[in-house]
């Protein structure tokens, strides 16, 4: 079935910079599109951004749209989120998943804290 290991989140300032990166095990990676989603303390998980399988279609959430990059590396099974000009909102735990979520899929995720 698989499963995806989130990495890279941190504590920052804002208007600095982080990378996440979620390797993906199993055959399904080579097979979807896939996302980053987020979740802050006591509100819904939303969706980030997406990918398709060949980085075609690509989609934004407009509170992100023109800060953070979404791309994936097929050969190493791994979607990264390039994420800049952070901002204090975006404090959350953030995940990946395919792009219609997977329940088996969603693991720790992996905390981003951005300061003001």
């Known amino acids: 079935e698989g499963q995806v290991v989130e990495s890279g989140g941190g504590s920052v300032q804002a208007g600095e910079s982080l990378r996440l990166s979620c390797a993906a095990s199993g055959p399904m990676f080579r097979n979807v599109a896939m996302g980053w989603f987020r979740q802050a303390p006591g509100k819904r998980r939303e969706t980030v951004a997406t990918?398709?399988?060949?980085?075609?279609?690509?989609k934004y959430a407009d509170s992100v749209r023109g800060r953070f990059s979404i791309s994936r590396d097929n050969a190493k099974n791994t979607v990264y989120l390039q994420m800049d000009s952070l901002k204090p909102e975006d404090t959350a735990v953030y995940y990946c998943?395919?792009?219609?979520?997977?329940?088996?899929?969603w693991g720790q995720g992996t905390q981003v804290t951005v300061s003001s």
């Open positions: 990918i398709s399988l060949y980085s075609d279609k690509i």
């Open positions: 998943n395919s792009e219609i979520p997977l329940d088996h899929l």
